[in-house]
């Protein structure tokens, strides 16, 4: 089988390639990513085909299997300029299932997020599940919304064999600097102080992104077409928890935490209801979460080589909506 990952130098998108790799060796695999600041593309192994191309322009001729990661995928980039995710995660998304469907694509597997049902209150008792309405909150998640019904709109207009998973917020090693856990472990390490949002008790739903790799490889063997799975564990924490996770582990004071202003239209709170996964495919998380942050931690702690060449690459300035108007 020829499988096409886009996306594939990202964080989630290299994992996936890596494991696919190791688990279906008869395979062959070939990367796709477009090198955007958070693309990387030694997180690949050499040896993998590699080409470099946005997703619109992608040749697919040939592939059986497509899975799809490639998006820009950063909340806080996306308020300060939401038109280029607009333009990655919808308009792209689409020209990729238009050639897919004229190429006779076996499988299209898009991977989405939960954050396209928008938020929930920290005190609801009620999850997201697969049949939930979407109300996405920032240009992010509403990005994400479009790609999704585009994707479902292939499979009832145009019958594309489709699968889609929304997944909960992902960790582990080779991620970029500037999401929270990274961005934490990075700044202890370097000295500085852990910028907590004003917020702090939000909460996230967290996965090890070696358990998301599993469970995509479940819905692409066993998977329903047509059908959407929540990939998710039912763990959650805090943006201060992660950052005390973070502190303990490096042996360093909560002083070192600081608070910073709030990220306009910044959720409370993600939870999904992963239960069909479960129920039909068989699929679990493994890696426990307190043991996956801490191991996460040690390895930025140990490949500082890694992620000390990528922090002058961040296009983000968290302090921008404070200190300019984002309505202008």
Request: proline share 5%; net charge negative.
């Amino acid at each position: 089988m020829r499988v096409l990952v886009t996306g594939a130098a990202g964080f989630i998108g290299s994992h996936f390639t890596r494991y696919w790799l190791r688990e279906h060796p008869a395979d062959e695999v070939i990367a796709l990513d477009a090198l955007t600041y958070r693309g990387i593309r030694a997180n690949l192994p050499a040896d993998v085909p590699f080409v470099h191309a946005d997703i619109a322009s992608a040749d697919v001729e040939g592939i059986d299997v497509v899975v799809n990661f490639a998006a820009e995928s950063h909340n806080s980039l996306a308020v300060l300029d939401p038109g280029r995710f607009f333009r990655t995660n919808v308009l792209s998304t689409q020209a990729l299932l238009e050639s897919c469907r004229r190429a006779g694509v076996q499988r299209f597997h898009h991977v989405s997020t939960c954050e396209v049902y928008g938020d929930l209150a920290l005190d609801a008792t009620e999850a997201f599940h697969e049949e939930s309405p979407y109300r996405p909150r920032t240009p992010y998640n509403a990005s994400k919304a479009g790609a999704d019904h585009a994707v479902r709109s292939y499979f009832e207009t145009f019958d594309l064999p489709v699968t889609i998973t929304n997944c909960a917020n992902n960790y582990g090693p080779n991620q970029f600097p500037e999401t929270v856990l990274p961005l934490f472990t990075t700044r202890a390490l370097t000295g500085e102080r852990l910028p907590v949002y004003a917020s702090s008790g939000n909460r996230r739903e967290w996965i090890h992104v070696l358990d998301h790799c599993r469970a995509i490889d479940a819905v692409l063997r066993d998977g329903v077409v047509g059908r959407t799975y929540h990939v998710g564990t039912g763990v959650e924490a805090s943006v201060d928890q992660i950052a005390d996770l973070v502190l303990d582990e490096l042996g360093l004071p909560p002083s070192r935490k600081q608070v910073v202003a709030d990220r306009p239209g910044h959720d409370r709170r993600y939870l999904l209801d992963s239960s069909r996964i479960g129920r039909e495919l068989g699929w679990r998380p493994e890696i426990g979460f307190e043991a996956g942050v801490r191991d996460t931690i040690r390895w930025y702690a140990a490949n500082r080589a890694w992620w000390e060449p990528l922090l002058e690459l961040s296009a983000i300035d968290e302090s921008a909506w404070a200190q300019r108007s984002l309505t202008r």
